[in-house]
């Protein structure tokens, strides 16, 4: 039977992972330790399987523990396409990062990932939306008019109003956009 | 000095976007981490730089290196802030991911990583890096050093450092992995007792005095490689144009940054926001201009300080330059054989798509493809011979496959 090490250092609940993972039969260790100790406790546990959060920081230092495993008799990989493009698809679009010890076949990790990616918790929904090309042209067009305007409030040249919007922007931690958009609306305001 | 910069580039560059060398992809993912050495994409994206070339570039900030790679090779990210090493990693299939064919679009920034060690060491006394030596060498505990991510630079500037100073980085000292923002955790628990790293990062262990600054890299190696504009082979192969703008959209952010010191302040402040860095702007803003507080008393303005632009030098990828993390992957047991240092690096550099975009520019991209720098060992690395550079070093873990053998 695989033994799984479930590794929990993000806000994502892996409770529930946990015990779906047991209900199908598998022997979980949930590590909630350090990250700094995952070397020390794979070499401990002596995993096959170890499950992190796509998005976590730890995942840096696991790519240790695959470097340092290179030569030992029990070397980590990570789950990547070549052992199954579908299954690796699918684990990343879940947020769910498998390493294996080389050798152990797709097909016996395919249960361990579709309880994995049924439980675990996505927030994948949240992402941002591409932003459609019309909407950077219309941006585009605003920022030119802003200029034109600042360089005639301020009578400077092309050059400068753009050093003048960009510091304001970064200054405040804005896109230059929306520094724009001000100078638009103080300009129409003013009149 | 602003005279020299004008608008005019941009409006000449207009014409890539009514030619046939408009951009095949007008939209771009770009991944980057948390660090100040980001800015140029940052300011990039948020600024402007790109829509006059009929781009838009998004930001993704990432959780780790290794998840940075691995959407780059996926194609979910179509070019990132990257660590030199990890590109050259991953195109030799060295980690976590087999081996995907990767390009250096250009340099991001030279300078302003450092290696700090705890208040604990202070106190003892260990403040130089004699004193460091003579401990690692009598004291019983061996200390442990953290690092960002085994083939990041971070670990080839800390291992480089300590070997100068007589310490074997993988004998006499522990090397771990920690993410940036738990260093100083990790440190104040004692569970590490220096680290190498990326800005804010160490200004933020000086200001929170948990730590003082060591060594910075550009001790190292003044205007060493940093991080660099990485993509797949595959991303400018396919969209050539875009690559090439995006560069010169870059390029232009670059200049911006370095136009002026108001212009840095704001850079600072920009990065600071909750979307990017995150980070308080004291710990930010200083390191950035230049001037450093080591944390035991010593202040003083950095001729070698993290840079983005210097007329473009920061940015030309140099042949040597790849090489040379080859050269330490090599040294350090990383990679077994030597590789074809010379035509890996011809193969990744994306030198002629580089030189394209910063002439568009008016700006000089120079005919040298490889460049002479001497380390804080004393040695030249100039790229002539990266096999025998590779073995020139007193201590060093070559694993040679003959030499495996013997061993077992």
């Not at chain 2, 087999?98 to 030279?110: E, F, I, R």
């Not at chain 2, 569970?191 to 800005?199: A, L, S, T």
């Not at chain 2, 202040?299 to 920061?314: I, K, N, S, T, Y």
Request: proline share 5%; glycine share 8%.
């Amino acid at each position: 039977m695989l033994r799984i090490l479930l590794i929990n250092d993000t806000p994502r609940k892996v409770g529930r992972l946990r015990t779906a993972l047991i209900e199908a039969g598998f022997e979980v260790i949930d590590e909630s330790g350090l990250t700094i100790d995952l070397p020390a406790r794979v070499e401990t546990v002596r995993p096959d399987v170890i499950l992190i959060d796509t998005e976590s920081p730890g995942r840096d230092v696991m790519e240790q523990v695959v470097l340092v495993s290179r030569d030992q008799p029990r070397p980590i990989v990570m789950f990547t396409d070549e052992h199954d493009p579908n299954v690796m698809r699918q684990a990343i679009k879940s947020g769910v990062s498998a390493y294996i010890v080389e050798g152990i076949q797709a097909q016996r990790l395919q249960p361990i990932l579709d309880v994995a990616m049924a439980r675990f918790e996505s927030d994948q929904a949240l992402r941002a939306q591409l932003q459609a090309r019309d909407q950077q042209l219309a941006e585009r067009k605003r920022i030119e008019l802003a200029k034109g305007m600042l360089m005639k409030m301020k009578d400077c040249n092309e050059e400068e109003a753009y050093t003048l919007m960009r510091r304001q922007a970064m200054s405040r931690q804005q896109k230059l956009i929306q520094v724009a958009e001000q100078i638009i609306a103080m300009s129409e305001l003013l009149g | 000095m602003n005279d020299s910069v004008g608008n005019g580039p941009i409006s000449n560059a207009l014409a890539w976007v009514n030619g046939s060398d408009a951009p095949e992809k007008s939209t771009l993912d770009l991944g980057f981490m948390a660090l100040s050495d980001c800015a140029s994409l940052v300011v990039a994206a948020t600024q402007g730089f790109a829509q006059p070339y009929g781009l838009t570039l998004n930001l993704k900030r990432q959780s780790s290196w290794a998840n940075l790679r691995d959407k780059l090779v996926s194609g979910e990210l179509d070019a990132a802030h990257s660590l030199y090493g990890l590109i050259y990693a991953v195109h030799l299939g060295i980690g976590g991911v087999a081996p995907t064919d990767m390009a250096v679009l250009m340099g991001l920034n030279q300078n302003g990583q450092s290696i700090n060690l705890s208040r604990g060491l202070q106190q003892q006394g260990v403040v130089t890096p004699e004193a460091l030596d003579r401990h690692v060498h009598q004291s019983r505990t061996k200390l442990t050093f953290a690092q960002t991510f085994p083939t990041g630079t971070h670990a080839m500037w800390l291992y480089y450092w300590l070997a100068s100073q007589g310490i074997h980085p993988l004998q006499d000292v522990a090397s771990v992995v920690v993410p940036p923002p738990q260093m100083l955790a990790h440190l104040q628990a004692g569970r590490i007792d220096g680290f190498c790293v990326g800005e804010p990062w160490s200004a933020n262990a000086v200001a929170q005095d948990q730590g003082f600054t060591l060594a910075t890299s550009q001790a190292i190696w003044p205007n060493h490689p940093e991080k660099v504009l990485g993509c797949t082979q595959a991303f400018v192969e396919q969209y050539p144009n875009t690559a090439r703008v995006l560069v010169m959209a870059i390029l232009e952010a670059s200049r911006f940054i370095e136009q002026s010191i108001e212009n840095r302040r704001s850079t600072a402040q920009l990065l600071s926001g909750r979307e990017y860095l995150d980070a308080p702007l004291d710990c930010i803003e200083p390191r950035l201009l230049g001037a450093y507080d080591d944390g035991l008393g010593n202040h003083w303005q950095d001729p070698h300080a993290l840079r983005f632009f210097a007329g473009g030098e920061v940015n030309l990828p140099y042949l040597s330059d790849g090489m040379w993390f080859m050269t330490q992957f090599r040294r350090w047991g990383l990679l077994r054989d030597d590789p074809d240092y010379l035509g890996v690096a011809r193969q990744v550099q994306q030198l002629a798509l580089y030189r394209e975009a910063a002439t568009a520019l008016g700006l000089n991209a120079g005919d040298q493809d490889l460049r002479s720098s001497q380390l804080i060992d004393g040695k030249v690395w100039d790229g002539s011979d990266p096999s025998g550079y590779a073995r020139s070093f007193r201590l060093h873990a070559l694993a040679d496959h003959a030499n495996r053998q013997a061993l077992r």
